[in-house]
């Protein structure tokens, strides 16, 4: 069994929350370490703080894997005069990787607000993005190969990521027919003569290629594919694309009153309070969800039909402005995307399984909110 590396957990991390999604602004990725320390064991964590950090070293872990990064802001220096500072040193001082998982995650299909809209009970067939980021083509690919490497080169393709059409895998189509191609000076053919013709029985085959993956599947079919020169075509598609974005509106598939939501999301992640905004009493059919701070794109939700909006951070003056364009509100915090650490602690465990690392993955136990309220 070969020793797990901070860079294979990334590559994991990165499959399910891939950078391209994030911000511009969005500081992710590997803010501490180095991509080929061995690991042992891993903490999942929502934030980076005096908290976390301190039980990193209590339990010797060798890498942290977070939503929120470590670093926001540029540093001027590096000492220990400064609280948070310090923290950095101490990482630094134990030889803790961190990596982070932030709006490329809240971005992500099946990330952080699938997560939340799964758990306040909104139908996954009746769901859509709230504010759209980004979209990602599609390629359709064919290529011409001998039968007797059709499944080399089948497989290659699948494996470099071709294949992929929404929740299903290694998607192919094959049609049977005959080649005919006569060599010239200068070429090494694998089958025929030069200056002869050839005629040999081929397999046509066809897949689905995201254009992120277009360079790394091309790459695979020429080191799978037996001929000198193999023939293929790289068609865009219209009709095919994956769209990312932040937040979810849908269907309620038990629809509840705001305050009703409200204590359910209070139950659902032990927090403290939550504080919303009502005029009536009325259940909800469809509502929008939003981790992190989102009250600025609830005209987004609104415009999609959500009579409710959940996010965190709400202002006195966003609470005005979603009451009077007729939307309730639940403020439940920026504290509900924690709900990324049981996640993403059943999503590495899953990883383990498939890959066979020898590696502990541990969630953090001393992560609080940082509000605390009067009773």
């Not at 939503?67 to 926001?72: D, G, K």
């Not at 013709?197 to 897949?207: D, F, G, K, S, V």
Request: aromatic share 8%; with cysteine.
């Amino acid at each position: 069994m070969s020793a797990v590396t901070v860079k294979d957990l990334v590559e994991a991390m990165d499959a399910l929350a891939p950078p391209s999604l994030a911000e511009d602004w969005d500081p992710i990725g590997l803010s501490f370490g180095s991509l080929d320390k061995e690991v042992s064991k891993v903490m999942i964590a929502l934030d980076v703080d005096n908290n976390t950090i301190q039980e990193a070293i209590d339990e010797k872990v060798d890498l942290m894997i977070t939503h929120h990064p470590a670093i926001f802001k540029p540093l001027k220096t590096l000492n220990s005069q400064d609280p948070r500072r310090l923290d950095y040193i101490n990482l630094i001082k134990s030889d803790i990787a961190v990596y982070s998982a932030h709006t490329n995650l809240d971005a992500a299909e099946s990330g952080m607000n699938d997560w939340l809209a799964d758990s306040i009970g909104m139908s996954q067939s009746e769901r859509t993005i709230v504010s759209l980021n980004k979209t990602e083509g599609y390629k359709k690919l064919a290529v011409y190969v001998p039968d007797y490497a059709a499944e080399k080169v089948r497989k290659a393709l699948h494996e470099a990521g071709a294949g992929e059409v929404g929740d299903y895998k290694d998607v192919s189509y094959t049609l049977e027919g005959q080649g005919r191609f006569t060599p010239q000076e200068g070429s090494d053919p694998t089958d025929g003569e030069i200056g002869r013709e050839e005629l040999t029985h081929e397999q046509r085959i066809e897949m689905l290629v995201k254009d992120k993956w277009v360079y790394r599947v091309i790459d695979a079919l020429k080191a799978a594919h037996p001929y000198e020169e193999p023939v293929f075509d790289l068609l865009t598609l219209e009709n095919q694309t994956d769209s990312y974005g932040f937040g979810r509106v849908g269907t309620i598939e038990k629809p509840k009153s705001t305050e009703e939501m409200a204590h359910l999301i209070q139950s659902l992640f032990h927090i403290d309070g939550v504080r919303y905004g009502a005029t009536s009493k009325m259940p909800h059919k469809t509502a929008a969800i939003f981790g992190g701070s989102g009250a600025k794109y609830y005209k987004d939700a609104l415009k999609k039909g959500a009579t409710l909006f959940i996010t965190g951070d709400v202002s006195y003056h966003d609470g005005q402005d979603m009451l009077r364009d007729g939307i309730e509100f639940i403020d439940a915090g920026h504290y509900i995307e924690s709900i990324c650490v049981p996640e993403l602690f059943a999503y590495f465990n899953r990883q383990k399984e498939e890959h066979n690392w020898s590696v502990d993955i541990i969630e953090s136990k001393t992560q609080k909110d940082v509000f605390t309220y009067l009773r």
